[in-house]
């Protein structure tokens, strides 16, 4: 076992563990806590694989705003101290689903034959996908950047608190 | 080097595992979490299987980005719904919003 | 014309500009706003007054090369890469000389129509985008663009329906419009779709030469595609049995009414099937084009007959104008594209021109319905004798515009097939008679009602009709058949027909029928445009109506009825389409609340009655099993209940069950 399946497995444990954990917690506070940290070692795992650009993205889309969106809902809505029941009362079949659905594509990673690329990546893997991102892949890139602006102006719609007149 | 399944082996159970919170959680925010995880376990996949078959054609990562894109306009739009609600209904536990029902 | 082609991306840009200018700074400045509008179409209508002039001069330059194209932006997406580009072939030359005219003199129409409205800038905002998608969707040379500005044109003509929302009449009407035009756009999406994914490209040019090899290894294929293109057309120029929204639009501003449902946005679906005209004659035995054909000359035929029941000045019009796409759609069919294009042009000249004629007469009565009018022949001249050259030309009288296409169709389908020739005559008659009736209920005899004081509309209202009315004068004789003794060569020998002739000459499998002259068809056509005015004044204008008396031909009974109520058309549709949905909507209600609820009640009350009379002798052997079936039933009832929870989580998990079944199966397999 070398260094780096060491540390691989540290992380997986630590990214499974607070799944878990997300997804168990009676205190919602406490499950976005633990969602930043699995989102962290996410990009853990992005810096094994050689794309230290997605780690960096990931570090600052998802562990700096999303996560900070998520815990200012949760400021928002909730009262923090107070413990609740964490799952509805279909718990059970969610969990039966859920394994069936992980037995499913246990069986077919495993069973699977890849055609696996000896080749390094690109030493310049951040030009190329910045290039790639403004040639090839223009067109997607500009109905993202669209999407982004519809999603910031219908969130603004939505959450916008609705003043009647005269107040 | 890490083989590829040991991280697609990760990826499903994380996949497997935001599916259960998307589907049991009651708090409406613990439902986004859920679906949150289950979009970083595909980005997960995309990354490796872009590094360990295709590393020369970027397209792994450009699509991962865009999933990344995609999650924050989602968790924007979500958010903002679920504050809406809430100043609505008072609530955020997802059995509560049945308006919709037979 | 390589140099003149730069020009091109002007023409549908400047209105753009004129919408976002008024939109944006202008919506406080009404004069102001009006005079930007009007400057731009102007600018517009001169520059493309320029590619005409000079590619008629350069004619015979298309019989080398048909179409010169100017790409104005490469998409890449992934893999391939969409372009975005101009062309100018004969057929965009046709409709750049149309289409901005009758646009130019609508707008300048507008601005005496609609004045005094709060919500003028806004109007004049409308139409140039209204303007901007129809001048693009005519110099596209790729069916992206031409389907973006045909969806440009269903929203403005959505918006301009309903301008005057606070008449929910006119709210429903465009929400009708906009959701009936959406079933044909949606089949055009999916033609488009096939196409890329057969052809790889959008362009028509690459399309065109793509088919060829489709229709080799895919008949099927190829003829469903041409069909779903065909289908976008039906919707948007409102042939049966989609038709149903065009009369309802007429609620908008009569301008309105001229500009997109009768000389433009209807034009488009023939313009379309026009444009894609390859892929319908690709396939041998050309299949497709038979439907074209059919649907082409039922809805004319049909669409005509309802328009003699009609008391609305405006849904005479409306008719007259789905049965005169007819026309069009109906030459395609047969192969006659010089023909339709010809109709095409023609039409939209003296259609503008009866419509806002008819906006006039409204102006002046402030009413729609012909019975309340008469005798305005003195009170409004302009107004009757444009409206009067109008109606002759759509009657078809010679030598005005429509009588010249009208022939040209007829002469085409006199040839090809006797059926659809005998029922364009019939709809050219009976066109003839409505549009008598319609003049003779009008401005003839006395006025019907005493409390309407008319008055002439003011210059900027007649005198686009009068411009409007010489060119349904004179735009006919660029069409006179070649053969036609004495007139013929002396106009040129049909300079339209070779003008357009040349557009597919790249694409050997097209094969334009030659239509010569032919005496019988146009003497046929003669007496029954005859025919039909003098029936008319038999009718209406022996005896002219006087106030409260009723219209002769409803003497014609059960016939008049159903023409009155349009074949109860959209009766139909409301009992079956729309009554449908809604019945199907109740039976998944009532089979949550019948049947689960209707079973575990059922059962549980009859056993539980049934055992509370059989005593005690049951109570032990019997109701253990009663109870243990309603107890069973109950509970399924109440677990298929949860398919209407109304919950999100409950329908995911039953959707990711579903999912992880499937991948089952796949595996498994």
Redesign the interface.
């Known amino acids: 076992m070398t260094l780096v399946q060491i540390v691989f497995l540290v992380l997986a444990v630590a990214a499974i563990g607070s799944a878990v954990g997300v997804v168990t917690s009676k205190n919602i506070l406490y499950s976005a806590l633990l969602l930043i940290a699995c989102l962290f070692v996410i990009a853990g795992f992005y810096v094994l694989l050689e794309a230290p650009f997605l780690a960096a993205v990931q570090v600052l889309i998802y562990v700096g705003a999303i996560a900070v969106l998520i815990i200012f809902a949760v400021m928002l809505t909730e009262n923090l101290m107070r413990k609740q029941r964490a799952w509805n009362e279909q718990w059970w079949v969610a969990l039966l689903v859920a394994l069936a659905l992980a037995a499913v594509l246990l069986y077919v990673v495993v069973t699977a034959q890849w055609q696996l690329s000896a080749a390094a990546t690109p030493g310049d893997a951040i030009a190329a996908l910045g290039q790639s991102l403004m040639s090839t892949y223009v067109l997607p890139f500009e109905v993202a950047s669209v999407l982004l602006l519809m999603a910031l102006i219908g969130a603004i719609i939505i959450a916008r608190e609705e003043r009647k007149e005269g107040e | 080097m890490i083989p590829l399944s040991w991280y697609l082996i990760v990826a499903a159970i994380i996949f497997c595992i935001g599916l259960y919170g998307a589907l049991a959680r009651r708090n409406a925010i613990g439902v986004l979490m859920g679906i949150e995880l289950m979009l970083n376990a595909v980005n997960i996949n995309l990354i490796a299987f872009w590094r360990y078959i295709t590393p020369e054609v970027l397209t792994g990562q450009v699509f991962a980005l865009f999933v990344i894109t995609v999650a924050a306009a989602e968790a924007a739009i979500g958010l903002a719904l679920i504050i809406s609600i809430f100043r609505n209904r008072e609530t955020v536990t997802v059995e509560d919003l049945d308006m919709m029902k037979w | 014309m390589e140099g003149l082609i730069r020009l091109v991306p002007l023409i549908p840009a400047i209105p753009l500009l004129s919408f976002a200018v008024i939109a944006i700074y202008l919506r406080r400045y009404h004069k102001l706003s009006s005079y930007v509008a009007v400057a731009a179409i102007f600018i517009s209508w001169l520059l493309s007054m320029v590619i005409v002039l000079s590619a008629v001069a350069q004619m015979p330059h298309f019989a080398e090369e048909p179409a010169v194209h100017l790409t104005l932006l490469r ?4 893999g391939t890469s ?1 372009d975005i580009g101009v062309q100018i072939d004969p057929l965009t030359v046709a409709l750049l000389f149309m289409v901005p005219t009758v646009c130019l003199m609508i707008f300048i129409y507008s601005t005496g129509y609609m004045h005094g409205d709060p919500r003028y800038s806004r109007f004049f905002a409308y139409i140039s985008l209204f303007t901007t998608g129809m001048l693009g969707l005519v110099v596209a040379d790729n069916l992206l663009l031409l389907f973006i500005c045909w969806e440009v044109m269903g929203l403005c003509s959505y918006l301009l329906i309903g301008f005057w929302f606070e008449k929910p009449s006119a709210m429903w009407a465009g929400l009708k419009a906009f959701i009936t035009t959406r079933i044909g756009d949606v089949l055009l999406m999916l033609g488009m779709v096939l196409l890329y994914t057969q052809t790889g490209a959008l362009r028509f040019e690459t399309v065109f030469a793509g088919v060829e090899r489709l229709a080799e290894t895919n008949p099927t294929l190829m003829y469903v595609t041409a069909l779903l293109v065909f289908g976008g057309a039906v919707g948007k120029s409102a042939q049966f049995p989609l038709h149903v929204w065009l009369p309802d639009a007429m609620e908008g501003p009569t301008p309105v009414s001229a500009l997109i449902h009768a000389a433009t946005m209807v034009a488009a679906g023939v313009f379309l099937v026009a444009r894609m005209f390859p892929i319908f004659v690709v396939l041998s035995g050309m299949p497709a084009l038979a439907w074209v054909a059919a649907i082409g000359a039922f809805t004319a035929f049909f669409a005509s007959t309802i328009a003699i029941a009609q008391d609305d000045i405006k849904r005479v019009l409306a008719y007259s104008t789905i049965s005169q796409l007819g026309y069009m759609i109906m030459a395609l069919g047969l192969g006659g594209f010089v023909a339709a294009v010809f109709h095409l042009i023609t039409h939209a000249f003296f259609k503008a021109l009866l419509f806002l004629g008819s906006g006039s007469v409204i102006h002046g009565v402030g009413t729609n319905d012909m019975m309340e009018m008469g005798g305005l022949r003195k009170k409004m001249p302009y107004t009757f004798w444009t409206f009067l050259i109008g109606m002759l030309a759509l009657a078809g009288v010679p030598p005005l515009a429509g009588f010249w296409s009208k022939d040209e169709i007829l002469a085409v389908a006199f040839e090809q097939n006797m059926l659809i020739w005998v029922m364009g005559t019939l709809a050219a008659f009976i066109t003839a008679f409505y549009m008598t009736r319609q003049v003779f209920l009008t401005f003839m005899g006395q006025p019907r009602n005493e409390e309407i004081h008319a008055h002439e509309s003011p210059p900027a209202m007649y005198v686009p009709l009068i411009i409007l009315a010489i060119g349904a004068v004179l735009i006919g004789l660029l069409g006179v058949p070649a053969e036609l003794p004495v007139l013929g060569p002396l106009l040129g020998n049909n300079p339209f027909h070779h003008f357009l002739a040349e557009q597919f000459s790249q694409w050997h499998y097209v094969h334009l029928p030659h239509v010569g002259f032919n005496a019988l068809v146009m003497l046929i056509s003669v007496v029954m445009a005859g025919g039909g005015i003098a029936l008319g004044y038999l009718v209406y204008g022996r005896k002219p109506l006087q106030a409260g008396q009723r219209d002769p031909l409803e003497r014609m009974g059960a016939v008049w009825t159903l023409l009155r109520n349009k074949y109860y058309i959209d009766e139909i549709y409301r009992a079956t389409i729309i009554r449908g949905t809604i019945l199907l909507a109740d039976l998944f ?1 009532k089979f ?2 019948g049947v689960i609820d209707f079973i575990v009640n059922l059962i549980g009350k009859l056993t539980e009655r049934w055992s509370y009379v059989s005593g005690l002798f049951d109570t032990y052997v019997i109701d253990g099993i009663v109870n243990g079936v309603g107890r069973v039933t109950s509970a399924v009832g109440q677990e298929l ?2 398919i ?7 329908y ?2 039953i959707v ?2 579903s ?2 079944l499937l ?2 199966v796949f ?1 498994y397999m």
């Open positions: 998409v890449p997406t992934g969409l209600f949550d609340q209940r949860y209407q929870t109304g919950r999100v989580q409950n995911l998990v990711v069950i999912v992880v991948m089952g595996l």
